[in-house]
């Protein structure tokens, strides 16, 4: 299958710094990318749908001035956690798909925690 | 109500034993599912899509009940690796996939 990778894999930050989170496909161009949170025993949780040069879509309940997503390739999107607090604390994982059709491949997620 | 609702478990079983979950779904305009596997800390992979009609692969069979609302997964002759956490997760027409919470296997030796 296809493979996204994202970097970094561990993040250990003080409260208040910003996080930035790279999504990469690796073997094909992604038109759409998304990002999910998971936290501990939760299904994942969709934050936002991101295209190619456009801006993205974020879920309700998910502000957009503190996860920021940037989509400027067709093979990378980042998220930046900005003034990250404790209760960023997650796993945070991308999915990219290619183009036509549901399948999404899943990166191998970022695991934040903010002290 | 959620969209997607599984029984989080957790299903201890034996090796070697036969396991089946069920996951129900509201949105009566769902498009397709899929069943993933999730390990712990690692991202969910796609284990496989499931069809009206039922699908086999290997140990695994699942099944889409559309007159009820239900999605259920059948392993066979459960090993030990199967321990995990599957998802089952819809798509809706909307670009979005909806993730279940998620059934915990551990299959005990």
């Known amino acids: 299958g296809a493979v996204v990778s994202q970097h970094p894999s561990w993040v250990i930050c003080k409260s208040g710094t910003s996080v930035k989170i790279e999504c990469r496909s690796l073997d094909f161009q992604a038109t759409t990318m998304f990002w999910y949170r998971q936290f501990p025993k939760q299904s994942l949780m969709l934050m936002a749908t991101?295209?190619?040069?456009?801006?993205?879509?974020?879920e309700q309940g998910v502000e957009k001035d503190k996860f920021l997503i940037n989509h400027a390739s067709l093979t990378l999107s980042t998220l930046t956690v900005t003034s990250a607090h404790p209760e960023d604390s997650s796993f945070y994982i991308c999915s990219a798909r290619g183009g036509e059709g549901e399948t999404q491949y899943f990166g191998p997620g970022t695991r934040l925690l903010v002290l | 109500r959620k969209e997607v609702e599984q029984d989080p478990g957790p299903f201890n079983v034996p090796e070697g034993a036969t396991v089946a979950f069920n996951c129900t779904y509201s949105n009566s305009a769902s498009q397709s599912f899929f069943w993933y596997r999730q390990d712990c800390r690692k991202e969910p992979k796609l284990l496989m899509s499931v069809y009206s009609s039922g699908n086999e692969d290997g140990r695994f069979t699942a099944q889409l009940n559309r007159a009820s609302q239900y999605i259920s997964l059948l392993i066979r002759d459960s090993k030990l690796s199967d321990s995990a956490t599957y998802l089952c997760?819809?798509?809706?027409?909307?670009?979005?996939?909806?993730f279940g919470t998620g059934t915990r296997l551990t299959i005990i030796p």
């Open positions: 997760v819809g798509y809706f027409g909307n670009e979005k996939l909806t």
């Open positions: 991101s295209n190619e040069g456009s801006k993205a879509t974020y």
